[in-house]
């Protein structure tokens, strides 16, 4: 699995050096950048741009590639044991997704489940700096069996909708918690907000009707968790 770009290159090298495959360089680096390249211990193998860019697929790689080993996702079960789960059920947006976990991971979520049949890791980690290979990541394409369960071990949902309470004036339950978000154009379907336990959103201001998922996922997140 290839990821590339100078920010992710180092964040592998420095706490996820276990997954380096292979190393890759394309452009000359000043000394400093050189030396803590080699003080890692990997092999460097020159690319020349044109298979810079074959291998990033016309990404902005900026000269710095890792193949890396592809990251497993975590069992439903192994998160149950978290105080906060995010849910993202409708969102195809790779920027959008990489941009929720790492928000997530940074404010302290203990784990991410996504609904859908795949989830394209090579961008989630770049757009997530990294944080995508920290943040347990549960796949499935059964948002209401996944509900059920959880609500089973005793998680409160939360749903995030434009016509919800406004969140700030809302008492946090003290039960665990997963916070559910639906897709910018659609939102969540009726069915998965029947079947949770209460409906929030956020207050707009300026005749502005919406915000995007992942600024309205960071005010609900902080939120729900400094309440």
């Not at 291998?55 to 902005?60: E, I």
């Not at 409708?90 to 959008?96: E, F, Q, T």
């Given at each position: 699995?290839?990821?590339y770009?100078k920010?992710?290159?180092?964040?592998?090298?420095?706490?996820?050096?276990?997954?380096?495959?292979?190393?890759y360089?394309?452009?000359?680096c000043?000394?400093?950048?050189?030396?803590?390249?080699?003080?890692?211990?990997f092999?460097?193998?020159?690319l020349?741009?044109?298979?810079?860019?074959a291998?990033?697929?016309?990404?902005?790689?900026?000269g710095?590639l890792l193949d890396?080993?592809?990251?497993?996702f975590?069992?439903?079960?192994?998160?149950?044991?978290n105080?906060?789960?995010?849910m993202?059920y409708g969102?195809?947006?790779?920027g959008?997704?990489?941009a929720?976990?790492?928000?997530?991971?940074?404010?302290?979520?203990?784990?991410?489940?996504f609904?859908?049949e795949?989830?394209?890791?090579?961008?989630?980690?770049?757009?997530?700096?990294?944080?995508?290979?920290?943040?347990?990541?549960?796949?499935?394409?059964?948002?209401?069996?996944?509900?059920?369960?959880?609500?089973?071990?005793?998680?409160?949902?939360?749903?995030?909708?434009?016509?919800?309470k406004e969140?700030?004036?809302?008492k946090?339950?003290?039960?665990?918690?997963v916070?559910i978000l639906?897709?910018?154009?659609?939102?969540?379907s009726s069915k998965i907000i029947?079947?949770?336990?209460e409906?929030?959103?956020?207050?707009?201001k300026n005749?502005?009707?919406?915000?995007?998922?992942?600024?309205?996922?960071?005010?609900?997140?902080?939120?729900?968790?400094n309440?």
């Amino acid at each position: 699995m290839i990821v590339y770009g100078k920010q992710i290159f180092f964040y592998i090298l420095e706490h996820h050096k276990d997954l380096v495959k292979e190393l890759y360089l394309a452009k000359e680096c000043d000394k400093a950048t050189f030396a803590k390249i080699v003080k890692s211990g990997f092999k460097i193998k020159k690319l020349d741009f044109k298979t810079a860019q074959a291998y990033a697929k016309g990404g902005n790689h900026q000269g710095f590639l890792l193949d890396i080993k592809q990251n497993s996702f975590a069992d439903l079960n192994e998160i149950k044991k978290n105080d906060f789960i995010v849910m993202l059920y409708g969102i195809s947006d790779v920027g959008n997704i990489g941009a929720i976990i790492r928000t997530a991971y940074a404010l302290g979520v203990g784990a991410l489940i996504f609904i859908g049949e795949k989830l394209a890791m090579e961008g989630i980690i770049r757009t997530s700096s990294g944080a995508a290979l920290d943040l347990p990541i549960v796949l499935s394409n059964n948002a209401l069996n996944v509900i059920n369960e959880l609500k089973q071990v005793g998680f409160y949902f939360y749903a995030s909708d434009s016509s919800g309470k406004e969140i700030h004036s809302i008492k946090i339950n003290d039960n665990k918690k997963v916070l559910i978000l639906g897709s910018e154009g659609y939102g969540l379907s009726s069915k998965i907000i029947k079947k949770c336990d209460e409906c929030v959103g956020i207050a707009m201001k300026n005749n502005f009707d919406s915000l995007n998922v992942n600024a309205a996922f960071a005010i609900l997140c902080d939120r729900i968790i400094n309440a």
